[in-house]
């Protein structure tokens, strides 16, 4: 018996080993395979002078004040970024020392602002196994506000070499700065240049945990994109940064994954579509039997949706028989998603009441406002006379904006290292957007010239392709909804939007 025992060891033995020697060669091959995803993007910027993403940075321009500052997101939500920077004003211009003096602390600075609109949303490319993909996206950012390229035009097959390079850069976008602000840091060394990247989520953690004392004790939502929420970004920068500024209070963290906000802000045809009265067959936003992101059929009287105007796609004439029910406006995924958050709060073990809302997402802050509204009707929110969340929350929720704290990083690094422009004007600042490249034949794109979705996420990294064009903004590629949306939220970037669509020299339609 001991002979077979021993023999049936040693059998198990092997084949345990055959198994875990095959598991670590599958771990290092994906490792390799990543470092090779990387390693193409990267070699073909620093070493491919045939390529369009080359860039000559033995030849870059000296870091000095006169550069502009570089910013980019997936979108045009990062302009909610930009715009605390343009309205940031907590030093004194004259003596640089802390205290408003009533003008802008920027306002000689010229920001390069691009959205990847093409690539967009980030925050999906994590769930449909995609990181890759996504860091190369990135890394493609980062190329651009490095170097002098551009497009003026959809349709344009030759680029221009005008663009002014940058002298730092901020990702305006959590999502990008989670799963790429590493990358960008290795990136720059490689380059051989010193230049500062300043990423939203610290900044974010530094501004939400000010809200509260250093021994008090509650509750933080972290509204952000599913890939955001998915990395833990939010999640495990607040519990350190916590840690380091010595707060001994009990916090706890709740993450909310915005499925469908930061697509509704910018239209994408997948989540809202507002020419339609009945449900589609495209919809990838919440509904009535997502495993992941249900609507609760027995929360709707606390959800409050709004369905006049076809906000909310339903296939009967009375709502309480939808057996399809789909969302079509920006406010309803507001609402879905904020009473999903104090739902978790509320059935959550031992909660402390919510005390502050970090917006993860540089598209939320454009819905501020209706954030505020519903957690004022939740607050009130009454069943049997009883109010159902005010255990759960306290009546005055801070609602963080990480992007004023991205501001006084940049600003106080400037400082530092003596970079502030003397003789610059904000007024001259540029925006750009990516859209498809239809000039590449492996290109797709859908009835509303954008990437279909199972295209836009089944690519390949390390296909180092132009699938898009980066082209200054104009009314060909932002719409006068979004545009009217920019004036009414951020009326002061709205401004240099309008004054670079209208006159800058870069912008063939510019008169």
Do not use: W
């Not at 901020?170 to 700065?177: F, G, P, Q």
């Not at 957690?375 to 963080?400: G, H, S, T």
């Not at 296909?463 to 590629?477: A, H, T």
Request: include cysteine; aromatic fraction near 10%; glycine fraction near 6%.
């Amino acid at each position: 018996m001991n002979y077979f025992k021993s023999q049936y060891l040693l059998v198990f033995l092997v084949i345990f080993g055959i198994s875990c020697k095959d598991s670590g060669k599958k771990d290092l091959a994906k490792k390799e395979n990543s470092k090779q995803s990387e390693r193409a993007i990267v070699s073909t910027i620093l070493e491919d002078e045939d390529s369009f993403y080359h860039v000559d940075f033995e030849n870059y321009p000296e870091m000095d004040s006169s550069l502009p500052i570089g910013v980019f997101d997936s979108g045009t939500g990062g302009l909610t970024v930009l715009d605390a920077l343009v309205n940031f004003d907590s030093y004194n211009n004259e003596n640089q020392e802390k205290g408003s003096d009533g003008a802008p602390d920027f306002s000689t600075e010229k920001f390069i602002y691009l959205a990847d609109q093409a690539n967009m949303p980030y925050g999906n490319y994590s769930s449909e196994e995609k990181t890759e993909l996504l860091i190369e996206h990135i890394l493609k950012d980062t190329q651009f506000l490095l170097s002098d390229k551009y497009y003026r035009e959809a349709g344009d097959t030759t680029f221009q070499k005008d663009k002014q390079a940058v002298k730092s850069i901020v990702i305006a976008c959590n999502t990008a700065t989670a799963y790429g602000s590493e990358f960008i840091t290795e990136f720059i060394e490689k380059t051989g240049i010193e230049l500062k990247v300043i990423g939203v989520i610290d900044a974010g953690a530094r501004g939400t945990l000010a809200r509260l004392k250093k021994d008090e004790n509650g509750s933080i939502g972290v509204m952000a994109t599913v890939g955001t929420i998915a990395s833990k970004g939010y999640e495990n920068t607040l519990l350190r940064v916590k840690d380091e500024l010595g707060y001994t209070g009990e916090i706890q963290v709740f993450n909310q994954g915005g499925h469908g906000i930061a697509e509704a802000v910018d239209e994408e045809p997948d989540f809202i579509n507002k020419d339609l009265q009945k449900p589609r067959e495209d919809y990838r936003g919440p509904s009535l039997n997502d495993q992941n992101f249900e609507i609760d059929r027995t929360l709707m009287d606390i959800y409050n949706f709004d369905f006049d105007h076809g906000k909310m796609l339903c296939d009967s004439k009375e709502t309480d028989d939808c057996q399809i029910l789909q969302i079509n406006d920006s406010e309803n995924y507001v609402r879905y998603h904020v009473v999903s958050l104090l739902e978790k709060i509320r059935n959550a073990d031992n909660p402390q009441p919510l005390k502050a809302i970090v917006l993860g997402c540089t598209h939320y802050p454009y819905l501020t406002e209706e954030i505020k509204e519903v957690l004022d009707e939740l607050y009130n929110y009454q069943k049997d006379d009883q109010y159902v969340y005010r255990d759960f929350m306290v009546e005055d929720i801070a609602i963080v904006d990480p992007a004023v704290n991205v501001a006084d990083e940049l600003y106080v690094y400037m400082k530092k290292k003596n970079l502030f422009n003397p003789s610059g004007d904000m007024r001259n600042s540029e925006f750009f957007i990516s859209v498809p490249n239809t000039e590449n034949e492996n290109v797709k794109i859908d009835e509303n010239s954008r990437f279909p979705y199972d295209y836009k996420y089944g690519r390949t990294a390390g296909e180092i392709q132009e699938y898009v064009k980066v082209v200054p903004f104009s009314r060909n590629n932002i719409s006068e909804e979004t545009l009217d949306r920019f004036k009414n939220s951020i009326p002061e970037t709205y401004k240099l939007v309008e004054n670079f669509m209208r006159s800058n020299s870069k912008t063939k339609s510019h008169k």
